[in-house]
C-alpha cells in the first residue's frame, strides 16, 4: 500500500508542534520507505521548499485567502 491512513499522516505534524526538541527549521516526515508512510522522524526537505519565489507567493496567498496578515 502506497498510501497511510490520515491519522499516521497527521502525525509527523502533532510532532512539530508539541515536541519540544524539534528545532525551528527542521522538517519531519515518515521514516519508512522512501518517507512515503510510517513514524515521523527529522528528514531533509525537498528543493522545491527552498523557492524563495514560491514561499513569497505562498504567504501573499495566505494572507489574501484568511484577510490576516503578519509583518514579516
Do not use: N
Not at 5 to 29: C, I
Amino acid at each position: 500500500m502506497l498510501i497511510q491512513p490520515a491519522a499516521m499522516g497527521a502525525l509527523p505534524s502533532l510532532r512539530a508542534a508539541t515536541d519540544l526538541s524539534v528545532q525551528g527549521g527542521q522538517y519531519l516526515g515518515p521514516d519508512g520507505f522512501q518517507e512515503s508512510r510510517g513514524h515521523p522522524k527529522v528528514v531533509t526537505s525537498s528543493a522545491r521548499s527552498h523557492d524563495a519565489t514560491a514561499q513569497r507567493r505562498l504567504w501573499t496567498i495566505s494572507e489574501e485567502l484568511t484577510a490576516v496578515t503578519f509583518p514579516v
